[in-house]
């Protein structure tokens, strides 16, 4: 296939579908973790949920950057630029996430604080070259799809010189989470959560390569199927998991052959290994803390490191009383589980960081209509079909 919307195609979906009911085996059911909230995102949006049979149940994992930064990282980005008087830079969808005391950044921004939205890293370098005599803070989030960017950006701030660029690096590694979640309670000893094997993020992937996932396989015998984000590729992701639990097998296979390779990009990898060390333990929001699940910047970068250069101290703020971001993270509730989801909590209101990006499971629920109440969110609506029900998007 060549273009984009080939793999939107709504016949081939229904082949696929078709396939997938006649070759889920009545007598079993299929609990299949989309890690990533992209996939969350073109399940919602596409419809997906509707045309697999009702024993093959899609759950929710944390694979959503601005979902899984605690509130407390927050709190120090808006001190940062509120206290100590920095540029701070950061990508848009971290603007709204709430964080304590009812503010976000873009609040602290409507306040007076200097919070600029930027595209990439390399925007924020401009900001600290064009403004030589004011600190420029890069708030940097996500998974190891956006990590690479931001080490070639502090590589390129020493090579320049730049005194008055720094990085807040919140970077948090997609294999560590795996693992936490098929150790955690509701998965292992609760049986809360079960789990039968996972699709794997496709942009992620083309950095770190396929081979990561093999100890989930291996250790676990969960299988996971590496999968593009258009609907073809989930339906097709979802096959090959159903063909693979049907079989006895627990493998790593790549759908996703137009860019992932077992080894990934070996140039990212060397960028980030230059520059990135990992960290001891980082908080996840709804995973808590997870060992060796994030990335720090190395000693010999240190000058570029906001956390050393301001002396940030990090304290731990706990979620909302009524928001379950914490469990449908951990994929133990759905967004329709929670009380004020739709009601008090939507996208224009986020009470909870999964109502903030299009990626968080309760925005993309909310957004495409896949909850009604009473029903269940996984099965709303029968008919199947691929148009986009957001067009406006
Ligand atoms: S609906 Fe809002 S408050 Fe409830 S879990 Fe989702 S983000 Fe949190």
């Not at 200097?114 to 370098?125: E, K």
């Not at 794997?200 to 996971?224: L, M, N, Q």
Request: hydrophobic share 40%; aromatic share 8%.
């Amino acid at each position: 296939m060549k273009y984009v919307d080939e793999y939107r195609d709504g016949a081939l979906a229904k082949t696929l579908a078709g396939k997938i009911a006649r070759e889920a085996d009545p007598g079993r059911r299929y609990h299949l973790m989309e890690f990533c909230g992209g996939h969350t995102h073109a399940i919602s949006r596409y419809g997906l949920a509707d045309l697999l049979p009702r024993n093959v149940e899609m759950v929710h994992g944390p694979g959503c950057p601005v979902c899984v930064l605690p509130i407390g990282r927050i709190d120090n980005a808006i001190e940062l630029a509120r206290d100590r008087g920095v540029i701070l830079c950061t990508y848009a969808d971290t603007m709204r996430v709430p964080a304590s005391k009812g503010l976000s950044l873009m609040k602290a921004k409507a306040a007076g604080a200097d919070i600029r939205m930027v595209y990439s890293c390399a925007d924020a370098l401009k900001i600290a070259r064009d403004n030589p005599s004011r600190e420029v803070v890069f708030f940097a989030i996500g998974f190891e799809t956006t990590t690479p960017p931001t080490a070639l950006a502090i590589l390129e701030a020493a090579r320049q010189g730049l005194a008055n660029f720094s990085v807040f690096c919140n970077h948090v590694l997609t294999p560590a989470a795996i693992t936490h979640i098929l150790e955690s309670p509701e998965v292992r000893d609760l049986g809360l959560v079960p789990l039968d094997g996972f699709i794997g993020p496709a942009h992620v992937s083309t950095v770190i390569g396929s081979a990561p996932y093999d100890y989930f396989a291996e250790e676990y015998r969960k299988p996971v199927v590496i999968a593009g984000f258009e609907p073809l590729d989930v339906m097709q992701a979802i096959l090959m998991l159903v063909r693979q639990l049907n079989e006895g097998r627990a493998e790593v296979e790549n759908e996703f052959t137009r860019a992932v390779t077992p080894q990934g990009n070996e140039k990212a990898k060397a960028l980030v290994a230059d520059v990135f060390e990992l960290r001891r333990s980082f908080e996840w929001r709804g995973l808590g803390e997870v060992p060796y699940s994030a990335l720090a910047i190395k000693q010999r970068f240190a000058a570029f490191d906001a956390e050393a250069r301001y002396g940030i101290v990090y304290r731990p703020v706990p979620d909302h009383k009524a928001c379950e971001c914490g469990a449908i993270l951990r994929g133990v509730k759905k967004p329709a589980d929670c009380k004020v989801f739709g009601i008090v909590c939507t996208p224009e209101n986020p009470i909870g960081s999964c109502m903030v990006s299009s990626e968080g499971a309760c925005a993309a629920h909310y957004t495409y209509g896949r909850y009604k109440v009473g029903s269940d969110p996984g099965k709303v609506g029968s008919d199947s079909t691929f148009g986009d029900r957001n067009p406006g998007r």
